[in-house]
């Protein structure tokens, strides 16, 4: 079946260790999404690639960086992860246009101690 | 004023019943919309997109109303597994970027 995956599903680190979360689709989207969801708060949108193209939102902090090495594949690297930062991070998938939906992995969820 | 505005309920409502939730968006040049269903810990799921006339998935029915930038999303017959959280999503006018409302929980009993 084609599908979003993230992995890992839980991930624990430390404050300030650096830490990587992964997301591989295999629906050929030429869009991918990181959002942070915090409890009971809407998943909020921290950047997206239309293909190769990076594209930020205006209040992501510097500390959360991505790459996306290729069309499967999209990484979410937080550099210096702080309290602030324990969340869920939801990876989405779409293909570009204004009328298409958005198709989610199950998600990491972080821990920062 | 929320991008995307709805009542965080919780809404408790009997097996069986009929129930309503109520979304509006603040961007005039929203061009689509859609329902997502939220279980608690996992990721959000696609319930159905909302088109101008109005469309109905078996129980679901969702409205639009772009005068108002109002959308609904009726659920008729609750059963006990539509408890979860449904958010309202809108496309915010730019291609691709979608704005998600806090959702709204509903818990459904027996």
């Known amino acids: 079946d084609a599908m979003v995956i993230q992995n890992p599903r839980y991930q624990v680190t430390q404050f300030g260790k650096p830490v990587t979360l992964s997301c591989s689709q295999t629906?050929?989207?030429?869009?991918m999404y990181w959002y942070q969801q915090k409890s009971s708060q809407a998943p909020k949108l921290l950047f997206h690639?239309?293909?190769?193209?990076?594209?930020n939102e205006a209040d992501t902090p510097d500390n959360f960086q991505s790459r996306r090495p290729n069309t499967s594949f999209c990484f979410l690297d937080i550099r210096s992860p702080g309290l602030g930062d324990a969340a869920m991070y939801l990876c989405?998938?779409?293909?570009?246009?204004?009328?298409?939906?958005?198709?989610f992995g199950p998600g990491t969820r972080l821990t920062v101690l | 004023r929320k991008e995307v505005e709805q009542d965080p309920g919780p809404f408790n409502v009997p097996e069986g019943a009929t129930v309503a939730f109520n979304c509006t968006y603040s961007?005039?040049?929203?061009?689509?919309f859609f329902w997502y269903r939220q279980d608690c810990r996992k990721e959000p799921k696609l319930l159905m997109s909302?088109?101008?006339s109005g469309n109905e998935d078996g129980r679901f029915t969702a409205q639009l109303n772009r005068a108002s930038q109002y959308i609904s999303l009726l659920i008729r017959d609750s059963k006990l597994s539509d408890s979860a959280t449904y958010l309202c999503?809108?496309?915010?006018?730019?291609?691709?970027?979608?704005?998600f409302g806090t959702g709204t929980r509903l818990q459904v009993t027996l």
């Open positions: 629906l050929n989207h030429n869009v």
């Open positions: 989405a998938t779409s293909r570009w246009g204004r009328h298409n939906e958005q198709f």
């Open positions: 961007n005039s040049a929203s061009q689509s």
């Open positions: 690639y239309y293909d190769k193209d990076f594209n």
């Open positions: 909302v088109y101008s």
């Open positions: 999503v809108v496309n915010n006018g730019t291609a691709s970027k979608l704005t």
